[in-house]
Every structure is written in structure tokens, then in C-alpha cells.
């Protein structure tokens, strides 16, 4: 009863009227049955003035309105870890497609990369989400995503991220970690999918641990319980830069060779890690690239919708992630139009790339217009005196612009 005297006390206020509730009296003279007699007296509580009827509904109206505009063009994006690059540049990606209620994107702090399929596949809300290349194949033998490549698409190739192979002092080379206890981060995360797997392609068996990083460069310090942490992710890495490490601690290079299925040669160098890379020296290693997936929301749907607007949004304003201070520099390392192996690129997407390479095409075929007038003015007034040296001087500017428009 005590929270029924609250909900009618609240319900009063709500309505302007004094705070004396019909209710309490129920409850006092009709004991147990006063109960029933509240609800009906608490349901005549509700205001009698038309007028401020009409203003509660208005506002209910006006929320309904806000709570549909503020929901129509929102995408949520699937990023990963809070410690890892993908949040990062998600981030960054909300920050320059932000266009107010036209356009509002929400970088999703998520297990990682490996979930983000499943948050893209089933949690709602999720629209698009940052993955690894190599995951997709995963997917596709795993029975229980059916159709998987038919149902998710891919809009960019993004930045590639880096393998890391974090050993202690006696661990010399991969082949050193044969058996040995190595640690791939908690399940789920791009370390824990992709390290084995790039282990096993270059051919080195090791004894899998899937423990929280900080733990394991917690007990690396202390004792051989983890020969070498394996990290996946865009360099360079903040644990890597903010702590301190005993003498000897490295990371081991890896080669790279041309039957390693989705991945690229890269490096790891001082710049990246000053204080464990030597300057002047360079540690060889692997990356996978990371993919902007989407979920093929057929276009008719307002998921889908969301999806096209996303994209131009997406294709308009990219440069500036590019071309404006403050963003990470990989950015500039993206090609809009980079091919991902394997997988099938979102069609409005896809369309969308053509028609900008058709107008770019356009321009550069369309010959610069020659202001005849203004260049006999031009060259007037280089020899006034002498007309045979502005004619010179004029054929030599329509060759000039003739060279130019073949360039």
C-alpha cells in the first residue's frame, strides 16, 4: 500500500493538484478492500482540465517526435577493447561523419574484433563494426553461420594491425616458443582469433594461454609462466609505451613469405617503441588488415536507409580524416577504393565508388578553357611597344596550355 500512496502522491503532482490523495483515505476505511477502491479513485485523479490535458499530451507528443528523430539516423559501430586501436579510430571516424540529427554515429566499446560478427550478425543496434580480414574464413566453415559472406559486406579496407610478439630475455627467435606457454589475450579479442592462426600458418605449435594480457606481462616480469604475450593491433601499443621492462625483453621479428593467407609484411621500429627498439634498427613482422564491415540490410528497410546515408556521408567527408591535424596518421594510409580478398563489397558502396571514379575521370578529360582575349591582354602589356613580341609571347602561352590539358 505504502507504494501505492507513493504512486498516487506522484500522479497528483503531476496533474497540479494538491498533494491530498483519495487513496489514503481508501486505505483507512476500507482496510483490505480499500485497496480496489484506490486504483479506481487514483485513475479519478487524473486531471479534469481539458487544457492541462492537452499540455501533458503535447509534451508526451513532442518526446515521441524527439526520441524518433534522435533513433532515425543513428549507426551503431562496433569498435572492440578500450585499450585497442579499432575504438580509437572509430572515434575519430563519429567524430567527422557527425552531422547533428542527420547523421550520428556510436563507437561500441565491445569483447573485440572476433565478437564484433556476432554483435553485427545479432545485438541490436549494431549497424557496422570494425573486424579483422582473415575472420570471415573462420566464419564460413563454422556451420553455424549459415550465408555468412551473403549477409555481411565490407565498405573499406582500414588500417593494417600489426602482429606483436612480446618474449622474455631466454626466448631468442619463434622458434624458441615451440611448447612453450604463450598468452593471446582473453577470448574473443583480435589477439586470441588471429595470433593462433598466424602461428600456425608459420609453423610454430605453442602452448595457448587466453588470460588477461596484464596479467601475463604482469607474471612475464617475475618468471618464465609466459614465454611471450601475442598482441594484434595497430601500432604503436600504449602498454608499450607507458611501462617499464627488465633488460632483455624484445620483440621476436617475424618474416614474412608469400603463402601467409590474408596477411601483409610490415615492421616494428624505434619510432614506434623507443624505449625497447634500438634506433637505427627495425623488428620485421606481419599485419592483418582491418575491414569496416556492415550488415547487408536490404535498402528498402530503414536499416537500410541508414546504410546508404551512412555511406555518402561516409564518401564526402573521408578526406578530412585525411587531410585535418589531429587525426591518427594511419588514416592516411587508407585507399577507399582497396580491394579486400575474399570478401564482397556492400553494393550501394561499391556504386558509390564508381560514380566518384567516373566524375574524377571526367575532370581530368575535360580540357582547360583558354581566355584567348585575356592572354593577347597579358601580352600586350609584357611588350607594349612591340607587336611581334606579343604574338610570340601569345602563341607561346596557347602552346603552353596545350601541353598542360595533355598532362
Known amino acids: 500500500?505504502?507504494?501505492?500512496?507513493?504512486?498516487?502522491?506522484?500522479?497528483?503532482?503531476?496533474?497540479?493538484?494538491?498533494?491530498?490523495?483519495?487513496?489514503?483515505?481508501?486505505?483507512?476505511?476500507?482496510?483490505?478492500?480499500?485497496?480496489?477502491?484506490?486504483?479506481?479513485?487514483?485513475?479519478?485523479?487524473?486531471?479534469?482540465?481539458?487544457?492541462l490535458r492537452r499540455v501533458v499530451t503535447r509534451a508526451t507528443g513532442a518526446e515521441a517526435k524527439r526520441k524518433e528523430v534522435i533513433n532515425a539516423w543513428t549507426v551503431g559501430l562496433a569498435a572492440g577493447r578500450i585499450e585497442g586501436a579499432p575504438l580509437l579510430l572509430a572515434a575519430e571516424l563519429a567524430r567527422v561523419l557527425d552531422d547533428g540529427d542527420n547523421m550520428r554515429v556510436l563507437p561500441i566499446i565491445t569483447r573485440g574484433p572476433f565478437d564484433n560478427i556476432y554483435d553485427l550478425l545479432y545485438l541490436r543496434g549494431v549497424d557496422a563494426a570494425i573486424v579483422y580480414a582473415d575472420i570471415l574464413e573462420h566464419f564460413k566453415k563454422n556451420t553455424e553461420v549459415a550465408g555468412i559472406n551473403k549477409r555481411i559486406n565490407y565498405l573499406i579496407s582500414l588500417f593494417p594491425s600489426e602482429l606483436h610478439i612480446f618474449a622474455r630475455p631466454e626466448i631468442k627467435s619463434l622458434a624458441d616458443l615451440a611448447g612453450k606457454p604463450v598468452n593471446f589475450n582473453t577470448k574473443g579479442t583480435a589477439a586470441a582469433y588471429s595470433g593462433p592462426l598466424m602461428l600456425e600458418q608459420l609453423g610454430v605449435k605453442v602452448d595457448a594461454r587466453f588470460d588477461p594480457h596484464s596479467v601475463a606481462m604482469a607474471e612475464m616480469k617475475k618468471g618464465p609462466a609466459y614465454a611471450a604475450t601475442v598482441w594484434v593491433s595497430s601500432k604503436p601499443l600504449a602498454p608499450f609505451l607507458k611501462g617499464k621492462f627488465p633488460p632483455g625483453f624484445k620483440f621476436l621479428p617475424v618474416n614474412y613469405y608469400e603463402k601467409l593467407e590474408y596477411y601483409l609484411p610490415s615492421y616494428l621500429d624505434h619510432a614506434d617503441y623507443p624505449a625497447i627498439i634500438p634506433e637505427g634498427t627495425r623488428v620485421p613482422t606481419i599485419s592483418v588488415p582491418a575491414v569496416l564491415a556492415v550488415y547487408d540490410w536490404p535498402l528498402e528497410t530503414d536499416r537500410g536507409r541508414r546504410m546508404l546515408r551512412f555511406v555518402d556521408y561516409l564518401v564526402s567527408r573521408f578526406p578530412n580524416l585525411q587531410s585535418e591535424a589531429g587525426y591518427h596518421p594511419k588514416w592516411r594510409d587508407v585507399n577507399l577504393a582497396a580491394v579486400v580478398p575474399g570478401w564482397q563489397r556492400f553494393k550501394p558502396m561499391q556504386d558509390r565508388l564508381e560514380k566518384l571514379k567516373a566524375q574524377q575521370s571526367a575532370r581530368r578529360t575535360v580540357p582547360a578553357r583558354i581566355d584567348a582575349t585575356l592572354a593577347r591582354k597579358q601580352a600586350a602589356a609584357a611588350a607594349p611597344d612591340n607587336p611581334a613580341e606579343q604574338e610570340r609571347l601569345f602563341r607561346q602561352f596557347l602552346e603552353w596550355a596545350k601541353q598542360k590539358q595533355r598532362q
Open 1 to 51: 500500500m505504502r507504494a501505492l500512496r507513493l504512486l498516487c502522491a506522484a500522479a497528483m503532482m503531476a496533474a497540479g493538484l494538491e498533494m491530498t490523495c483519495p487513496a489514503v483515505a481508501a486505505e483507512t476505511q476500507a482496510g483490505a478492500a480499500g485497496q480496489g477502491a484506490a486504483r479506481i479513485l487514483l485513475a479519478q485523479a487524473q486531471p479534469k482540465d481539458k487544457t
